[in-house]
């Protein structure tokens, strides 16, 4: 596996693949790990993810500079995404014992309850765009819940992937209960049908959710699914224009735009789209592209190569079939992947940043013919992950969202996780939730108990 520097195109470092029998070496260990670790108390388990939390503050400078190295991620960001590693990791080292505490219910039984017991190995496949956090979101509640966690990890970003596995060792947590594979994606269907994996979540690619999805239901295993999104931010006509543009434009190039929530199609009413769109493709504008080391510059470059060409590609035929070019719309020629940031106005269902995905710095501004329309509009997506609604009337925003199919409305706020919300899609954004008390019942046995 090769970690190459998005920014220079240089080669970091190679990193010498699992063969199957490495890989079967630590699908074993994790089973006997198991075996202990469940019958850890929540308080031990506790005290080694505060101090797993505490690691990440005290080495949040290595870390960041791993993650900007690998993927380009912008360094403030990644510092960012650091801290709430180590958030995530504090509040369920806080809460797990108490989501996960029985609960009596009456029936003919002298006693009756439901208590919530772990599962085994949990398999997760994750994606680079947030190579430390996708990670930490899972592997928090999976390991206070008693389970053992397995990371195959995406493959250009080998080195964060073996870094969170030091940091958990580094913590005292023993070896087995977190474990990276370091497997090409060939391989994972060899490990969700291993007897040792008892369920599998993924965050990624529609494609790649499909096929994992379809491995685990082969062989009758849970998967939890978090796929892309194509989030509307909708933009009412008493909408404040000024801060929803300034938001629309973080919203919009959080991690140069390589984000699931990251809001992609802005839908504005009618007769504040002229003001939005130029206050909108100015602020676009005067962002500033370079090198992520740089805290001067806003957006780094987009993690691979081929991402650019099919981000180019995706403005191409939308301009083609009638789009207007209001700013950006080209590689930005110097070394490494990156492209402009950029605005399309007059956009419509139909063209391609409407109807797909775009990762990367590139918006699509679509004209509502009034809050009907745009609900309308907002809804026409395959994708249902995330949702922004902008207006002075809260109390209305709130009525709105319960029209908008998503798994997150967010009112006059950019869409984002927390370890305190459910957070996951509808659609084919994908199904299951993490985070929260609803994240890490996911992946536990909800058992009957009865009593007489």
Sequence with gaps: MKSINPATEEVI???PEHDPGEAQRRLTQAEQAFHQWRRTPFSHRSDLLKQTAENLRRDIDEHARLMTAEMGKPI??????????????????????RFLAPESIPSDAVHSFVRYDPLGA?????????PLWQVFRFAA????AGNVALLKHASNVPGCALAIERVFRDAGIPDGVFTTLLISSALVNDVIKSPVVRAV?????????????SQAGAVIKKSVLELGGSDPFV????????????????GRTLNTGQSCIAAKRFIVEQPIAEQFEQAFAGKMANLKVGDPMDRANNLGPLARADLVDDLHDQVERSIQAGATLLTGGQRLQRK??????????????????FDE??????AAVVRARDTDHAIELANRSDFGLGASLWTADSKRGQTLAAQIEAGAVFVNGIVKSDPRLPFGGIKRSGYGRELSVFGIREFVNIKTVWVK
């Design 13 to 15: 470092r190679e990193y």
């Design 141 to 144: 509640p999976t390991l206070m």
């Design 76 to 97: 403030a960001e990644s510092e960012a995404e650091v801290q709430k590693c180590a958030w995530v990791c504090d509040y369920f080292a806080e809460n797990a014992e």
């Design 235 to 250: 933009v009412l006509a008493d909408a404040d224009i000024e801060a929803a543009a300034e938001a629309a434009v973080i």
């Design 336 to 353: 490494g992947y990156f492209y402009a940031p950029t605005v399309l106005s007059g956009v419509e269902p139909g063209m391609a940043v």
């Design 201 to 213: 979540t993924l965050t990624g690619s529609e494609p790649a959710g499909v096929a994992v999805a």
């Design 122 to 130: 949990v398999l997760a496949v994750m994606p680079w765009n947030f």
């Design 357 to 362: 995905e775009t990762f990367g710095p590139v």
